[in-house]
C-alpha cells in the first residue's frame, strides 16, 4: 500500500535528491539532453533549491511503497488553484496505477483546501507524461516557454483539471 508522508526535514530533503537525480537522469536526458538535466537538478533539485522551496510555503510529498521511496510530489496552494510543481516517480512504478493513486490524493487536497483548478506544466516532448495527463482528465490550456537560464529554456504546456 502507498503511503503518503510530508517531507518537512532536512533528513527528508535528504531523500528527494538522490531520488531526484535518478528519476531525472532516467527520464529526462533523452528529451532535453544530460547538460540540461544536470543544470536542473542544480537549480531545482538541489538540497538548497528545495529547503529554499519549503522556507517559501511549497510543500513536498515522499511516495512510500512496502518501506521503499518510489518517488515524490511537490505543490503549492495560490489563490484558487493547486499547482503542481512535480510529481515523480522511479522507473520501475509507473505504468502500475501509481500516477493514478497520486493524482486522486492530489485532487483530494485541492478539495479540502477549497481550490478550483490543479494547474501542472509538462515538456512538450515528454509523451508518456502528456498522454497519462490527458487520459486521468486534464486539459491542454495552454503553451508557454520559460529562460531558466543558462542557456536553457522550459518548454512546457500547461494543463488544468477543473474541480
Not at 20 to 40: C, D, L, N
Not at 61 to 87: A, C, M, P, R
Amino acid at each position: 500500500m502507498i503511503q503518503l508522508t510530508p517531507a518537512t526535514t532536512q533528513e527528508d530533503v535528504q531523500l528527494i535528491v538522490p531520488l531526484a537525480k535518478e528519476i531525472w537522469e532516467e527520464h529526462y536526458t533523452s528529451i532535453i539532453g544530460p547538460q540540461q538535466v544536470q543544470y536542473m537538478l542544480t537549480i531545482f533539485q538541489s538540497k538548497e533549491a528545495i529547503l529554499n522551496d519549503l522556507d517559501r510555503g511549497k510543500k513536498y510529498v515522499l511516495v512510500n511503497l512496502n518501506n521503499q521511496t518510489i518517488g515524490y510530489f511537490s505543490y503549492e496552494l495560490i489563490d484558487k488553484q493547486l499547482f503542481l510543481s512535480k510529481l515523480y516517480l522511479k522507473k520501475d512504478q509507473r505504468g502500475k496505477g501509481n500516477g493514478r493513486f497520486l493524482i486522486a490524493q492530489i485532487k483530494d487536497i485541492a478539495q479540502k483546501n477549497k481550490k478550483r483548478v490543479i494547474v501542472l506544466t509538462v515538456n512538450k516532448h515528454n509523451h508518456a507524461s502528456i498522454a497519462a495527463y490527458k487520459t486521468l482528465g486534464f486539459t491542454l490550456v495552454k503553451q508557454q516557454q520559460v529562460d531558466i537560464g543558462n542557456g536553457y529554456i522550459m518548454d512546457d504546456y500547461v494543463f488544468h483539471y477543473s474541480l
